[in-house]
């Protein structure tokens, strides 16, 4: 059973002397509640991946599979329909909309998918409470430490009940502390079961993988099971190679 699927995707940048393949022929499955991390040098392609396995960007080739539907073939209303239904996207520099105050950005992909807004609000307020910001409601971004900004982006993502989560080096802007706090909202995400496809250079967030993946110049170089997914202490100890 696999939630999100991706299968020989490809992703080309550019043509003749200055082709760049961001991504080259990956298989990857993810299952229902699994955390993944996808690690790797600068420059190997894993935000391409990801971009891709959202439906942001369109592969060169090969498919994307989310649940029963290929996002691969959608028009992009279908598309951007799906983003809004379906995934939840947590990026480094968090992209929060300054104007807004934390609860305004929690509630605004609902409300843009057609949510009524008392509805949007009451699940924007509890979203915010789950990651232990309810007193942080009415504050705009301005007014947020890094780490707070970030779990404002994680409530956000949410909203939707997304089948998956992706994100994009979600703790590549925050100091120790502000990580910390995040990874504990990661991995009480985890327990109750949300699938989870994380980008990270940052070890500490991996491991709080149930999957490693190594990427390398495109493709998929490796891959290490964490805890308990086959013996793994919840360390990184065996993803060199
Ligand atoms: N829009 C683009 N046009 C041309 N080349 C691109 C584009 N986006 C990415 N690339 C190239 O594709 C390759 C993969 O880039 P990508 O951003 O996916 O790497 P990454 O693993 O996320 O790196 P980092 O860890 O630095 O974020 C790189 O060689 C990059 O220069
Ligand atoms: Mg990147």
Known sequence: MTVLRAVRLRKEYGRDAGLVRAVDEVDLEVRP???????????????????????LERPTGGEVHLADRRLDRMSETELSRMRRKALGFVFQAFHLVDELTARENVELPALLAGV?????????????????????ATHLPAALSGGQRQRVAVARALIGRPLV????????????????????????????????????????TAATADRVITMRDGVLAGETRLNGGGGGLGTLAGLEG
């Open 116 to 136: 009524p807004p008392r509805t949007a609000r009451r699940r924007a307020s509890a979203l915010l409470e789950r990651v232990g910001l309810a007193d942080r």
């Open 165 to 204: 989560v992706l994100a994009d080096e979600p703790t590549g802007n925050l100091d120790s502390a502000a990580t910390a706090a995040v990874l504990r909202l990661f991995g009480s995400l985890r327990a109750e079961g949300q699938t989870l496809v994380i980008v990270t250079h940052d070890s500490r």
């Open 33 to 55: 509640g699994e955390t993944v991390a996808i690690v790797g040098p600068s420059g190997c392609g894993k935000s391409t991946l990801l971009h891709l396995l959202g439906g």
